[in-house]
Structures are given as C-alpha cells and as structure tokens.
C-alpha cells in the first residue's frame, strides 16, 4: 500500500424498527482502480437507523486509517450523515454526537475525506451488506 492510496467507501446502514436488530455494510474499493479492496457486513445488535449510518462510516474510515489512505471519498445515502459531516446539520442527539466526533476523529487521522450523499439505488451493495448483516443477526 503506497501512502497516497485514494479510496472510495460506500456505506450504508439500517435497523429494522427504530430502534430495532441492525446491520452495517461498507465496501472499500481503490478509487483510482475501482477493485473493491474489502467488504464488512456487521451486525450491531439493536440500535436506531441514525447510528447504523454513523457506525457504517466509522468502521469505512478505521479501516482506511488501517490501509494508510490520505485521500477518502465517502459515499452514503444517510443526507443526515452528509449534512452533519459538512456543518450543515447540527448534531442534536447526544449519542449521535459521541458517533459524530469519533467519525471527525478519524477524519483528522487520514487527512482529507468529503463525503457524497447518493439515492439508495446508487448504493445498491452497500445496502445488499447491511441487509445480510441484519438477518445474520436476526437468526
């Protein structure tokens, strides 16, 4: 891995009833390439929707500081993550503020990350992850 490895993260995240049993899917591909490098689908037991997104993009960013990227584009289609990662939205929610500052935590450590809102559609393996995810943990 060279230090100017550029990725893309395509996360997602959903609970079923909010809150309810929920799952992460993330999938890391080599932005210049576009080989998809990992793929996570977690469970994380019961939460709501919000914090799925939330953990969805952390567990993309601890693994780009893991692969040493300087360079990330997060791509989701949670418009609450985006918005409050860009200082659009405030974060309100004292839980979601604790998710909040560890995703700008880790931020900080790989240098420069924007972060795209998509239509679920554009998110379609993502989305396919978490599912898996929830109904592993369901069983």
Known sequence: MN????LIINTDGGARGNPGPAGIGVVIRDAETGETLEEHADYLGETTNNQAEY????KGLTRAVALKSSDVEVVTDSELVVKQAN?????KNPDLAQRF???RNLCTRIGRVR???VRREMNTRADELSNVAMDKGQK
């Open 87 to 91: 200082g659009e939205y405030r974060v």
């Open 3 to 6: 230090d100017s490895m550029k």
């Open 101 to 103: 500052l560890e995703m």
């Open 55 to 58: 953990h969805a993009v952390i």
């Open 115 to 117: 972060f795209r809102h």
